[in-house]
Structures are given as structure tokens and as C-alpha cells.
């Protein structure tokens, strides 16, 4: 016994020992920093680069990056904040990853940023507090173990979300359509128009029976007949108002697959396989996402469905070789996912809360420091443009790839050649027209039904693809899928959803 | 398998005719089952990108093309890399954790070790009590070092509680005591009766335990997930692994990432690419086999007392 306890003491000192000397052996104090979604294989000269502009900046803070990718980010970071990891000080966090914006500043692993007691952003995030719109802030407003406050820094990028339909324009020239006679102002109903079906009739007929005109992921289709998430795992949403989406104030949410508008989607989109307008690879998850990409790229399609971002159609064109054209479904929308589509938490376990609160200031602000770090060296990386524009050296380029939507604030990033050099002013604008919907704010927290949420995330996993691409009957399927969801406790998810909503209302 | 030339009942222990054809037929129907989905996997590596868009896989794809390994090797300085980790952690992996196993293992075999059933139950019980994954972590990160470095994907494999079972009953069935007994008549040390004596004779169950080690080894990408943050100790597993996920998590996610996950999905390795790298993985493993096999069968024949 008495040996044991000499061992672990002397192991006590020698850890003591071991972290005295850590932060003894320099005055700058190193920030890492997990991102998602990166693509880097070399980024030594980048961080050196970055390093020297904190330097030049003054801010006492070392960068040291970890390059999470889409695979490996959700358990990186999870692992990280459910083992009190002090070695990763900042991390990128949202509404979709796994170490949860909302979930996890609740839990009390992200430092509150305003706290009355040691207001950091106060101290050190003037320039930044500025830099983000109040609204993004808002929307970040939280309530974590410290109270309702900001507990992440928002990701300045699009925030407004738009869905579009994804017109090839040569193609519908080519059969003699004039885009105009459809009426793309409908929105989602335009699905609906004869024009629409006689428009992939003409193209099934001219290109042949291995030309599928109509292309889309299955998700984002079945949005475009107006309805909206309120979860992350697409079971249930609210109907919003097309023409003002912040109506009506107080909605209730209700089951999606429950509704007559999916089953009138079903058996139009099963009407439309049947004829032959989608490629069966597209009811395969395994495949459809190979496929959707292929078909886009080379423009083998005629319309399809896409998330809008500003600048799209530019981009598209060019890399597709087409005239790519974007007509929206109804307003942009600003809803929590999309104002908590990306941003950055310091963890609760960093020992260096200040330093990390400095770095992200510097790199919100700065504009040499956020281009070194979005885009590279320039000469290596890119080159400049008169304009002021830039424009990227592939080969050097496939070696440092973040993902830039994920890297903090964008707008202070010189453009890309392909978007313009008013890129940034328009899309700003494009950004501040998007209408805010009446639950802003609020996230459902699945904890109380997370038996449910999982059975069902599998149940909807089962039949999304196949039902929802019209590769089998929905007058089979359907009552089929909508038994499995009762069974599996889809009104239990429900009715405590709204009883949520109804907290977050009056709490407001 | 000579049992079906001869006549039946020529031979001892040999089974009838129809039996011999049966089992025949079934094993052989079992490797074809095992083997198939590995030959699909060679085809499509060597499948032509626009085949596979237009057909989707198929044996007979309508055109081969060689651009996946092209590929594959452009990965260059990553590729060859994360070969010499994958060839690094499974050699010395494989070679530490049999040595250990085999001291561990011994000192349960013998019935003069006094302290056996309290080590016997010491590895037992973490076969049924784990920590959970956080504990693990924190201590292997914290406590062990195990971060950023080979001895993170080493580590943690080292120590097989299942092997030492599977290792002491070979010992027990195979080496029999007297056999220790004459040994130190004879004057043989403990190092010299483990080393020279027991270890040849256990010779087929430190072979499947290497295997199963190296094996293991081999194939390990969890654990570079957990502990590894630089790409530079990546193994080839990992690398194959994090394409994999990549690409489910983009197709997954492609409703909230919009258009970024257009362009990132237009950016990612192709189907063909990643079963090219997976051929490069099973390769390597596969010529392990017959190695560790040839001690395997010899162990069905191996005695040491005779008489």
C-alpha cells in the first residue's frame, strides 16, 4: 500500500513537473484550433505565414491548426470535448455537427463569451463584435450552463437559404423552350405545371432513353413543396408562408411524411420514374450521390434541385459549360440552422481562453491573416488579379483546401475570379434580404425522446431514398412507411417538439 | 481429399464417396462466397470511370481503364507513407504483442506459479469491464502519451486479455508437463524451457495468434481517428477509411452544406479509386496467409511425447 501511494505521488510530481514546464518555455501562448471539412495535405509554409502575421499583429498567440475532414470531424471533436481535452482551445461547431452548437454550450463544454463576470468578447472581441451583423449574434444567443448568452463566435458567411430549381438553359434552347413559358415564379408548384412535365417529355424524347432529365438529391426535392426542417433529421417541419416567412408567429410543427402535401409529391414523382425522367442510381444512396455530381458536371440534365447560394449561377455556368440558371423557390429564409450554419467555440477545457478569444478577433478582422489562412500564400496558392480578385493555382491548391464557408468570417476574403469582384457587396445584400421565420432560435433538443428520434432516423432512412426518388409505389409504400413511423413513436416526437416550441415562446 | 480417388472405405478415417462430395461442394461454395466480393472489388478498380456512371458495377464492365492507380500513386509522398506506417505498426505491433502474449500466457500456463488465478482473473476481468470510451481515451492520451505519435496506434493492441486465454489452453493441450519436469532435471533455466523447449512446440498457436495480431494491426484505423492529428502517421487503413467517410458524410449532409457539397463532391476520389486502394490494402495481408498458414496445419500434426 505504502509503495502504491509512493508511485502515484511521484507520478503527481512528475506530471506537475512536466506542465510547469510547458507553459514556462515560451511568452506566446499556442492556440489550436480544429476546422472542418478541410482538404490539406502541406500547410507548414500557411502556418508559418499565418504565425508571422500574428506576430506582426501582436497578439502573443501561436496558431496551430488540426485539419478535421467531413469523415473524421464529428468524433475528433466529440472525443475532444467528452475527454476534457485542454490541446484543442478552439473548434468550429453549428447546428448539424455532432459536438453541437446548442447541445454542447447546455452541457458547459464552450466558455461563455459574454459572461458578466469575464466579459472575453468584451475584452478582446470589439473589432469582431462588429464585424458579424447583430443578427447572426442573435441567433447564436443561447442558454448554456451560465445562462442565455454567446457561447460561439457565428461563421460569417451566407446565412440566408434559398432553395432554387437547377435549370440547364442550352439544353431547354436546344428543344426549343423558351425558359420564360414556364412559370418558375411559382416556386415549388411549378412541379406540378404541365409545362414542367412537357419540358423532361421533350428532353426524354430528343436525348434518349439514357438521358434522365430530371436530377436532384432526394432530401431537398421533397422541400421544394414549401415546407420547412424543424429537426435535423428531416421528420418534421412546419409550413411556412412562401411570400412571408416569418408567418405565421407562433406555428406548431407537425409530422412531414404525415402530410397530404408529401403524398401529392409521391405520386407526381412516381408518376415521373415511371416515365422514365430519373435515373434509378438516384434511389441508391450509395450511388446517388456519384451520380447527381456526374450528371451536373458534364450537364447532362435538365432541371434539378440545389440549395442556393449567391454567385451560383456564375459558377455553375462555368465549370458545367452551360448556362446553368437558378430560379428561387420563395424568399430567402433565415432560420437557426442557417444563422448556426457554422461558427467557432472556444472549449471550456483550453487553458488559454483569453489567447484563443485574441487569435479569433485577429483572424475575424484582419484581412491578410484570414486570406493566408482561407486561401493559401499568394504566388504559391493563387495569384492576385487587377480587380482584386484571385485567382487559384490548381496543383498548389489541391494540396491547401479549407473549406471556406467553415473558415470564420468570409467576407473580409478577396473574391474568386469566377464570382466577380463585387462578389462580396452582393452577396451581402442577397444575404440581408433573406426574411428571419418565427422560430429563429430555437432547437429542438431530441434528449428527452432520443429513443424515438434514433428509431425513426432509421425507419426514414429505410424508405427516403426509394420513396422519395419515386422508385416504388407510393400507394404501397407509403402507408407502409407511415405505420413504421407511428409505431415507432413518431407522435411521442411530436407532441414533445411543440411542447418545446411553446417553452421557447414564452420564454422570448 | 485423397478419399475421393479411392475406393470406398480403402482408407482409414476417410468419409464415403457422397459425404466427401457434399462437404466438397459446400466449402467450396463457402470460399467462392468469400472470394467473389474481392474479385468485384480488383474488376471495379480497373472499371472505366464512365462505365461505372453509365452501368454502375458490373463483372463485365464495358470499358477498363488503369486511371484509378494512376491515381492512387499521384497521392504520392501520403500513399507510400502511410504503406511504411501501416507496414511499421503492424510488424513491430505483431512482434511485441505475441512476445507478450507468450510471457504472459506461460506464467498462467504453470501449475507452479503461485500467483496464477489472481493474474488469470486480473486479464479475465477487463474482458468483462471496459472503461467506456472517454476514460480510455483520457488516460491513454493523458496518462500514456499516446497522442500524435506510433506508439498511439500501437499501443492500445498490445495486450490481448482473449489471446492469453486462447494462448494458455494451447499450451496446456499441447505442451505437456512432464515435458518441464524433464526439462529441469535436465538443468534447463526458465528462460532456456520457455525459448527453447515450450516455444517450439507452440509453435502453430503463436502462428494464429501473429496472425490474428497482425491482422488486427493491419487493419486498425479507430485508433488513428482517436489519437492521431497529423497526417504523417496516418496508416493506409485510415486513409481509405477517411475517403470512405468523407463521402457518406457529404452525400448525408448534401441538404445542409448546399452548394458547397457540389463542389466538394465533384472534388472527391471516384468509386474505382477507392477500390484501388483497397486492393492495395488486401494485398499485402493476403500473402501473410500462406506464411502463418504453413505452421497452422503443421500444428494438427506436431507432438512432442512420444510413445
Known amino acids: 500500500m505504502k509503495r502504491l501511494l509512493a508511485t502515484a505521488l511521484s507520478l503527481v510530481l512528475a506530471l506537475g513537473l512536466f506542465a510547469g514546464c510547458r507553459s514556462g518555455a515560451s511568452k506566446d501562448v499556442t492556440v489550436t484550433v480544429l476546422f472542418h471539412g478541410s482538404s490539406v495535405a502541406e500547410d507548414k509554409a500557411v502556418v508559418d505565414a499565418a504565425n508571422a502575421r500574428l506576430k506582426e499583429l501582436g497578439t502573443g498567440v501561436i496558431f496551430k491548426p488540426i485539419w478535421g475532414t467531413w469523415g473524421d470531424f464529428d468524433t475528433k471533436a466529440t472525443t475532444a470535448l467528452d475527454t476534457s481535452d485542454s490541446t484543442v482551445d478552439v473548434m468550429f461547431t453549428c447546428s448539424w455537427s455532432s459536438n453541437n452548437y446548442v447541445a454542447y454550450s447546455k452541457s458547459g463544454h464552450y466558455v461563455r463569451l459574454d459572461d458578466p463576470e469575464n466579459n472575453l468578447l468584451e475584452k478582446y472581441g470589439t473589432g469582431m463584435k462588429a464585424a458579424v451583423p447583430q443578427s447572426l449574434w442573435d441567433g447564436f444567443s443561447t442558454s448554456g450552463t451560465k445562462g442565455v448568452g454567446i457561447y460561439g463566435v457565428p461563421g460569417y458567411k451566407d446565412y440566408s437559404q434559398v432553395y432554387a430549381w437547377d435549370v440547364n438553359n442550352t439544353r431547354l434552347a436546344e428543344l426549343g423552350i423558351e425558359f420564360e413559358s414556364i412559370n418558375w415564379d411559382l416556386g415549388g408548384e411549378v412541379f406540378y405545371t404541365p409545362e414542367f412535365e412537357n419540358a423532361l417529355k421533350a428532353a426524354k424524347d430528343k436525348y434518349g432513353p439514357s438521358f434522365y432529365p430530371l436530377i436532384f438529391e432526394a432530401e431537398p426535392l421533397a422541400r421544394h413543396i414549401n415546407t420547412f426542417d424543424a429537426d435535423s433529421i428531416g421528420l418534421l417541419y412546419y409550413d411556412y408562408d412562401a411570400d412571408d416567412p416569418s408567418k405565421p408567429e407562433k406555428p406548431t410543427i407537425v409530422a412531414r411524411y404525415d402530410t397530404p402535401e408529401y ?125 482584386g480578385t484571385v485567382t487559384f493555382i490548381k496543383e498548389q491548391r489541391e494540396n491547401y483546401a479549407p473549406w471556406r464557408n467553415g473558415m470564420g468570417n468570409i467576407f473580409i476574403l478577396p473574391p474568386e475570379d469566377v464570382t ?39 425507419v426514414r432512412d429505410e424508405y427516403l431514398f426509394s420513396l422519395n426518388t419515386g422508385t416504388v409505389d407510393p400507394a404501397v409504400a407509403l402507408p407502409e412507411f407511415r405505420a413504421k413511423l407511428a409505431a415507432n413513436g413518431l407522435n411521442e416526437v411530436v407532441a414533445e417538439t411543440n411542447r418545446q416550441l411553446e417553452a421557447f415562446f414564452a420564454s422570448k | 481429399m485423397q478419399g475421393i480417388t479411392k475406393r470406398k472405405g480403402a482408407r482409414l478415417n476417410s468419409v464415403s464417396l457422397p459425404a466427401s462430395v457434399a462437404i466438397n461442394t459446400i466449402l467450396g461454395a463457402f470460399a467462392l462466397c468469400c472470394i467473389i466480393p474481392f474479385i468485384f472489388v480488383v474488376i471495379i478498380s480497373f472499371t472505366d470511370k464512365e462505365s461505372i456512371i453509365a452501368n454502375g458495377y458490373s463483372f463485365f464492365p464495358s470499358a477498363w ?136 512446440i507452440a509453435k502453430p498457436g503463436i502462428a494464429t495468434i501473429a496472425l490474428m495480431n497482425a491482422l488486427s494491426y493491419w487493419n486498425e484505423w ?51 479509386l477507392r477500390m484501388a486502394l483497397c486492393v492495395f490494402i488486401v494485398v499485402p495481408i493476403a500473402f501473410a496467409y500462406p506464411f502463418f498458414q504453413r505452421y497452422i496445419v503443421a500444428g494438427l500434426t506436431v507432438g512432442s511425447v512420444k510413445g
Open chain 1, 263 to 387: 403524398e401529392r409529391y409521391l405520386n407526381k414523382i412516381y408518376e415521373f420514374y415511371q416515365a422514365g425522367y430519373i435515373d434509378a442510381a438516384m434511389s441508391n444512396s450509395q450511388q446517388a450521390g456519384d451520380a447527381r455530381t456526374a450528371a451536373l458536371q458534364a450537364g447532362n440534365y435538365l432541371i434539378g434541385s440545389q440549395t442556393y447560394s449567391y454567385g451560383y449561377d456564375l459558377q455553375a455556368s462555368a465549370e458545367r459549360g452551360i448556362d446553368a440558371r437558378f430560379p428561387q423557390i420563395g424568399k430567402g429564409i433565415v432560420s437557426t440552422g442557417s444563422v448556426q450554419g457554422a461558427g467557432y467555440a472556444i472549449s471550456s477545457f483550453s487553458k488559454n481562453p483569453d489567447a484563443a478569444m485574441k487569435f479569433l478577433n485577429a483572424w475575424y478582422t484582419d484581412q491578410t491573416l484570414a486570406t493566408i489562412m482561407a486561401y493559401g500564400l499568394e504566388g504559391t496558392h493563387y495569384t492576385k488579379n487587377a480587380d
Open chain 1, 420 to 458: 466577380g469582384p463585387a462578389y462580396f457587396e452582393e452577396f451581402k445584400a442577397y444575404n440581408e434580404a433573406g426574411v428571419a421565420t418565427a422560430l429563429v432560435g430555437f432547437t429542438f433538443d431530441p434528449e428527452p425522446v432520443r429513443n424515438q428520434v434514433a428509431a425513426l432516423a432509421s
Open chain 2, 65 to 200: 481503364s488503369l486511371a484509378a492507380y494512376d491515381v492512387a500513386i499521384k497521392l504520392g509522398r501520403q500513399l507510400w507513407l502511410s504503406y511504411f506506417n501501416s507496414f511499421l505498426i503492424t510488424v513491430i505491433g505483431t512482434v511485441f504483442s505475441v512476445l507478450i502474449c507468450i510471457l504472459y500466457s506461460y506464467g498462467l500456463y504453470r501449475t507452479d506459479y503461485k500467483y496464477r488465478t489472481f493474474f488469470a482473473f486480473f486479464s479475465f476481468f477487463t474482458m468483462m469491464f471496459g472503461g467506456g470510451l472517454a476514460p480510455t481515451v483520457m488516460v491513454c492520451r493523458n496518462l500514456l502519451g499516446m497522442n500524435n505519435n506510433y506508439w498511439a496506434l500501437i499501443g492500445p493492441l498490445l495486450v490481448s486479455p482473449f489471446n492469453f486465454i486462447v494462448m494458455r489452453t494451447f499450451f496446456k493441450s499441447s505442451v505437456p508437463e512432464e515435458i518441464i519436469e524433464s526439462s529441469s532435471i535436465d538443468g534447463s533455466g526458465e528462460y532456456r524451457t520457455l525459448f527453447q523447449i515450450v516455444m517450439p
Open chain 2, 222 to 272: 479507430y485508433l488513428s481517428l482517436l489519437y492521431l492529428s497529423d497526417s504523417k502517421f496516418y496508416p493506409l487503413q485510415y486513409l481509405l477509411m477517411m475517403m470512405q467517410r468523407n463521402i457518406e458524410f457529404i452525400i448525408k449532409n448534401s441538404s445542409v452544406l448546399g452548394k458547397d457539397a457540389i463542389d466538394l463532391a465533384a472534388n472527391m476520389p471516384s468509386a474505382s
